[in-house]
C-alpha cells in the first residue's frame, strides 16, 4: 500500500512534520511518499493562495498517477480535493473535509481553532457544502501573525489553546478542530487538555483514507 501525501505549501519542514505525524498512523507495509509544492508559499493563508495551489497539487499528483494507491491533500483548504477525485481512480481526501466529517460524528456540534483569518469564509463554504453548516459553530482565532505564530511553537500552541477554549465555552463546540496542516504538531500537543475531542485533521484523513480503501475493496469483492 502506497500512500502519497502532497504538501500543497513549498515548505519542506512542514512537509517533514506531517509526514512524520502520518507516518506514525500508517500500518506496517505501508509506504508513505511526500511531495512538497515546488512553487506557491510557505503558509498558505489567503484564497488567492489557496487556488493557486490547487493547480499544483493536480500536477504532482497526476505525474505521480501510477505510484499510489491513494492520496491524503495537507491544506486545510482542501486543494485540489473535487478536481483529483474527478481525475482518479484512487481515493482521494483532504483534511479540512476529513476533520470535518469526524468532528461532526454522533450529531456533534464543532468549531475550529485556527490562525488564519482570510480562510475563515472557506471553512463556512466547506461545512456548508458537506451538510454540517448546522453543526457548525464557527472559527475561533490564535491571536497573531500566521506565520510568525507557526515559527514560535509554544506560543502557537499557547494560543491555540485560548482559542479552543473559547470555542468549547463560548461557543458550545462539543468537538474543535485544529485547522491546519502547518498545526499538526499543536494539534498533537493539545489532544487530552479538554474535556472534549481535540480533532487532528492530519489523523482524520488518515482514517477517512483507509475506510475509502476497505469501501473501495469491497465494492471490488462484491
Request: glycine share 8%.
Given at each position: 500500500?502506497?500512500?502519497?501525501?502532497?504538501?500543497?505549501?513549498?515548505?519542506?519542514?512542514?512537509?517533514?512534520?506531517?509526514?512524520?505525524?502520518?507516518?506514525?498512523?500508517?500500518?506496517?507495509?505501508?509506504?508513505?511518499?511526500?511531495?512538497?509544492?515546488?512553487?506557491?508559499?510557505?503558509?498558505?493563508?489567503?484564497?488567492?493562495?489557496?487556488?493557486?495551489?490547487?493547480?499544483?497539487?493536480?500536477?504532482?499528483?497526476?505525474?505521480?498517477?501510477?505510484?499510489?494507491?491513494?492520496?491524503?491533500?495537507?491544506?486545510?483548504?482542501d486543494p485540489g480535493l473535487d478536481e483529483?477525485?474527478?481525475?482518479?481512480?484512487?481515493?482521494?481526501?483532504?483534511?479540512?473535509?476529513?476533520?470535518?466529517?469526524e468532528a461532526a460524528k454522533a450529531g456533534?456540534?464543532?468549531?475550529?481553532?485556527?490562525?488564519?483569518?482570510?480562510?475563515?469564509?472557506?471553512?463556512?463554504?466547506?461545512?456548508?457544502?458537506?451538510?454540517?453548516?448546522?453543526?457548525?459553530?464557527?472559527?475561533?482565532?490564535?491571536?497573531?501573525?500566521?506565520?510568525?505564530?507557526?515559527?514560535?511553537?509554544?506560543?502557537?500552541?499557547?494560543?491555540?489553546?485560548?482559542a479552543v477554549d473559547k470555542s468549547w465555552?463560548?461557543?458550545?463546540?462539543?468537538?474543535?478542530?485544529?485547522?491546519?496542516?502547518?498545526?499538526?504538531?499543536?494539534?498533537?500537543?493539545?489532544?487530552?487538555?479538554?474535556?472534549?475531542?481535540?480533532?487532528?485533521?492530519?489523523?482524520?484523513?488518515?482514517?477517512?483514507?483507509?475506510?475509502?480503501?476497505?469501501?473501495?475493496?469491497?465494492?471490488?469483492?462484491?
Amino acid at each position: 500500500m502506497r500512500i502519497l501525501l502532497i504538501n500543497p505549501n513549498t515548505s519542506t519542514q512542514t512537509s517533514a512534520m506531517m509526514a512524520r505525524i502520518v507516518s506514525d498512523l500508517l500500518p506496517a507495509g505501508c509506504k508513505l511518499v511526500s511531495l512538497t509544492a515546488p512553487r506557491g508559499v510557505a503558509m498558505i493563508v489567503n484564497e488567492a493562495q489557496l487556488q493557486f495551489a490547487t493547480d499544483v497539487v493536480v500536477e504532482l499528483a497526476l505525474a505521480h498517477k501510477n505510484s499510489f494507491d491513494a492520496v491524503l491533500i495537507g491544506a486545510f483548504g482542501d486543494p485540489g480535493l473535487d478536481e483529483l477525485r474527478a481525475l482518479l481512480h484512487q481515493p482521494v481526501t483532504g483534511i479540512c473535509e476529513a476533520s470535518m466529517l469526524e468532528a461532526a460524528k454522533a450529531g456533534r456540534r464543532f468549531g475550529i481553532a485556527t490562525v488564519t483569518p482570510d480562510l475563515v469564509a472557506c471553512f463556512v463554504r466547506k461545512a456548508r457544502a458537506l451538510g454540517l453548516e448546522s453543526r457548525f459553530c464557527g472559527t475561533r482565532l490564535a491571536d497573531g501573525d500566521p506565520l510568525q505564530l507557526t515559527a514560535d511553537f509554544a506560543r502557537l500552541t499557547a494560543e491555540l489553546a485560548i482559542a479552543v477554549d473559547k470555542s468549547w465555552r463560548i461557543d458550545g463546540a462539543e468537538a474543535v478542530i485544529i485547522g491546519g496542516g502547518p498545526l499538526g504538531d499543536a494539534a498533537t500537543s493539545l489532544a487530552g487538555r479538554f474535556p472534549i475531542p481535540i480533532i487532528s485533521p492530519l489523523a482524520a484523513a488518515v482514517r477517512q483514507l483507509f475506510a475509502m480503501l476497505a469501501e473501495q475493496d469491497g465494492a471490488i469483492n462484491r
